[in-house]
């Protein structure tokens, strides 16, 4: 694995909200940049205009401006003109919605290559919901709370977004099921698991997150703390 550079922001769902104005205002100081880049994939079935919309409405409150990258399908990824925004971006926020469409999508692709190849030259990447679901491996499966492969831009790391407020039926099957070699990191929602260009996550937002290992208690940690995943590599 590279030695990371960048900054990864996985957050646990309703994004783009009062709660996490700290957050989005870092993500930008830390982008160095008023433009954001998002990436309504997820949302593909789901109004996907819509998604960029609130996000623009959103950062202009926080002085920045917001391009949505029309990417919706396998053909759109792989698309010169997508992939060359990706590139020339500071700071690309992977929306919410449909995680197995945007995998889909997304896995092998021109544009994932791009993401990868911007956070490791030192751009932020957020993503909300699904997307922090699929830029971890193993990935929890949303179909019923198993685990499937995911992108592995944080490997050894599952999340389970909407934490506080998922089916407990769900929530417990991520937790029976999780590999030995893993760690499952619950994200409450407009809250987020943030990485800077270190080695240390630290919880930022309204919320907490809950960190599950096999044989162990489970451990809350509150906003404001930095916490030590020592099973997780970053690309």
Not at 73 to 82: C, F, I, S, T, W
Not at 160 to 179: C, K, M, N, Q, V
Not at 189 to 204: F, I, K, P, S, Y
Request: net charge negative; glycine share 10%.
């Amino acid at each position: 694995m590279k030695q990371a550079r960048g900054a990864l922001a996985l957050v646990g769902g309703g994004e783009w909200t009062l709660p996490c104005r700290p957050l989005d205002t870092r993500l930008l100081e830390l982008a160095g940049t008023d433009e954001v880049l998002v990436v309504p994939t997820a949302a593909a079935f789901e109004h996907p205009d819509r998604v960029v919309e609130q996000a623009s409405e959103w950062f202009r409150e926080l002085g920045a401006k917001v391009t949505g990258l029309r990417v919706l399908n396998r053909r759109d990824a792989e698309e010169h003109a997508n992939v060359a925004a990706v590139k020339a971006a500071r700071f690309v926020y992977l929306a919410d919605g449909s995680p197995l469409h945007l995998r889909s999508v997304l896995k092998g692709s021109a544009l994932y290559d791009a993401i990868v190849h911007i956070y490791e030259a030192g751009a932020v990447i957020a993503a909300s919901g699904a997307g922090a679901t699929v830029l971890s491996d193993p990935m929890v499966d949303p179909r019923g709370g198993a685990y499937t492969v995911g992108l592995g831009l944080a490997s050894g790391l599952a999340v389970f977004p909407y934490h506080g407020t998922a089916a407990d039926h769900l929530r417990e099957r991520s937790i029976e099921l999780l590999p030995q070699d893993a760690v499952l990191v619950g994200v409450d929602e407009q809250t987020a698991l943030v990485r800077e260009r270190g080695d240390e996550w630290e919880v930022v937002g309204a919320g907490a997150i809950t960190v599950y290992r096999r044989g162990e208690q489970p451990q809350r940690i509150d906003a404001g703390a930095p916490i030590e995943l020592p099973t997780v590599t970053t690309r």
